[in-house]
């Protein structure tokens, strides 16, 4: 998308307007596999009414706001469990001794993978700014009368929120389709607010994947023209952490790496993020 066409794509958002290159009429194959199995076994949905579920609850989300993972059936991916890191993740959070947080959850799809696959709800946070979908999700899993996991409402810069009260108390932080919303400075303040919600101690790991670049830079927004997006490759990655680390007395190892984008819908990738717009998966771990 050029410069010159980003007024006209402001008031499509605006208007929830379907007509933006991140909208996906059609689900394709993100039902082939976790997601339909998710939700005809954890949310007991007749294999024969889930795609149409799918529909009308994509649709509902894009009227609470036309992010590009919910045109693109983005939240179907289940991405934490295609971490390499997901069994050790999920290890540990099964003991009961560690707590997990999904900063920007969503529909919380991360989190009733987590639960599915057997983690204790007490050891579940979630938090995202728009609570319209932390309802969105109850109806979507169908299981608001059986999840007992803990939604927060907050803003990741508003430091008297209610992740006040999570500072320090975090093992695990999923940070999926997030980071690359903000602008480079404001990346390195959201790094650094992650750092004050994980435990100090060795170990303590935020995961996560976001859309990255061949080339390392800011981006025009696509659905916020207050402030660009910085797209990372994989040194920008490691740089930024190295740089949170000397912020805050902290060290950190950094794995990521970079994805084909076929791996994603190569067509919605580079509609979204162009040519060298590729997806990035991240472990980055306290020592």
């Known amino acids: 998308m050029a410069q010159t066409d980003i007024p006209n794509a402001l008031e499509k958002i605006q208007e929830r307007s379907k007509d933006v290159p991140w909208y996906n009429p059609d689900v394709g194959n993100k039902l082939g596999g976790s997601a339909r199995e998710l939700l005809e076994n954890y949310s007991k949905i007749p294999a024969s009414e889930v795609e149409d579920h799918v529909y009308k609850i994509r649709d509902e989300a894009w009227s609470v706001f036309p992010y590009p993972c919910i045109g ?46 057997g983690v204790p709800q007490s050891s579940i946070y979630g938090a995202d700014l728009r609570p319209e979908f932390f309802e969105l999700g109850y109806k979507f899993f169908r299981d608001v009368d059986t999840l007992k996991v803990k939604f927060l409402a907050a803003d990741i810069f508003d430091i008297e929120s209610t992740l006040k009260d999570l500072e320090g108390t975090i093992d695990i932080i999923y940070a999926g389709s997030f980071l690359h919303l903000f602008n480079y400075e404001q990346q390195v303040e959201v790094c650094k607010r992650i750092v004050k919600l994980l435990r100090e101690k060795e170990g303590s790991v935020v995961v996560g994947r976001q859309a990255g670049n061949l080339e390392a830079g800011e981006r025009v927004h696509r659905t916020n023209e207050a402030q660009s997006m910085f797209r990372h490759n994989l040194e920008s990655f490691k740089k930024m952490w190295e740089e949170v680390g ?42």
């Open 246 to 287: 000397v912020m805050t007395g902290t060290k950190w190892r950094v794995e990521v790496e970079m994805l084909d984008s076929v791996s994603v819908d190569r067509a919605w990738m580079q509609g979204l993020h162009g040519k060298d717009g590729r997806p990035i998966r991240f472990s980055v771990w306290r020592e």
């Open 72 to 117: 693109g059936f983005r939240f179907l991916d289940l991405a934490i469990a295609q971490s390499p890191d997901y069994p050790t993740i999920l290890k540990r959070l099964k003991t009961g001794h560690e707590r997990f947080l999904d900063l920007g959850c969503c529909f919380g799809q991360e989190i009733r993978r987590l639960v599915h696959d």
